[in-house]
C-alpha cells in the first residue's frame, strides 16, 4: 500500500517537472528570449590574403541559413533585434606533420572569422570575438582539390560556434 503511494507521489513529481521545464529548456542546448524576433547578419568582409573571394560571401548566406533553420527569428535589415557582422581574419595552409624527406605529411587550413554580435534588447549580450577552426589533409593533396570541401566543413564548425556563443546563457 506505501509503496503505490509512494509511486504516484513520483510520477506525479515527474509530470510537474515535465511541465514546470518545457517552457525554459530548450532541446537545441539554447534558448532566445521570447519578445527577440528578428536578427541581420551585415555581409562580411574578407580581409584574408589568401582566402577565396568568395568566401566571405559564402559564410555570410551559410550563417543567414542557419540561423533561420534553427531559431524562430526572421531577418530584418531595418531594425533587428540581434545584429551580426564581421571579416575572414585569417585562412591559411601551414605544414604540420614533418616527415623522413623533409617535407610535410600534413597540412593545415585554418580559418578564422571575427564576429561582432550586438543584442540590441540587452547590451549585456553583446560581444565581439574570433572563432577559429582547422582540418588538416595529406600534402599529396593541393589545396585547390579539396578546399571546397573544407570550406565546407570549417564555416559549418564556426557557424555553429557563432551560434552556441549566441544563444547559450553559460
Known amino acids: 500500500m506505501m509503496t503505490k ?3 504516484g507521489k513520483g510520477v506525479f513529481f515527474s509530470l510537474c517537472l515535465v511541465v514546470l521545464c518545457s517552457g525554459c529548456y530548450s532541446f537545441k542546448g539554447f534558448t532566445i528570449d521570447p519578445e527577440t524576433t528578428s536578427f541581420f547578419v ?6 584574408a590574403p589568401l582566402a577565396n573571394p568568395g568566401l566571405a560571401q559564402e559564410f555570410t548566406e551559410k550563417l543567414k541559413l542557419q540561423l533561420r533553420n534553427e531559431t524562430r527569428l526572421k531577418i530584418n535589415q531595418e531594425r533587428p533585434d540581434l545584429e551580426f557582422s564581421g571579416y575572414i581574419a585569417d585562412y591559411r595552409v601551414s605544414a604540420e606533420a614533418p616527415n623522413a624527406q623533409q617535407g610535410s605529411a600534413l597540412n593545415r587550413l585554418t580559418m578564422v572569422v571575427h564576429i561582432d554580435f550586438k543584442d540590441n534588447k540587452s547590451e549585456k549580450n553583446n560581444y565581439s570575438q574570433d572563432f577559429q577552426f582547422y582540418y588538416n589533409f595529406s600534402s599529396t593533396e593541393t589545396l585547390a582539390a579539396v578546399q571546397d570541401d573544407l570550406n565546407r566543413k570549417l564555416s559549418s564548425q564556426i557557424i555553429n560556434d557563432i ?3 549566441t544563444f547559450n546563457n553559460w
Open 5 to 7: 503511494s509512494l509511486l
Open 163 to 165: 551560434i552556441l556563443k
Open 42 to 47: 551585415t555581409n562580411l568582409e574578407n580581409r
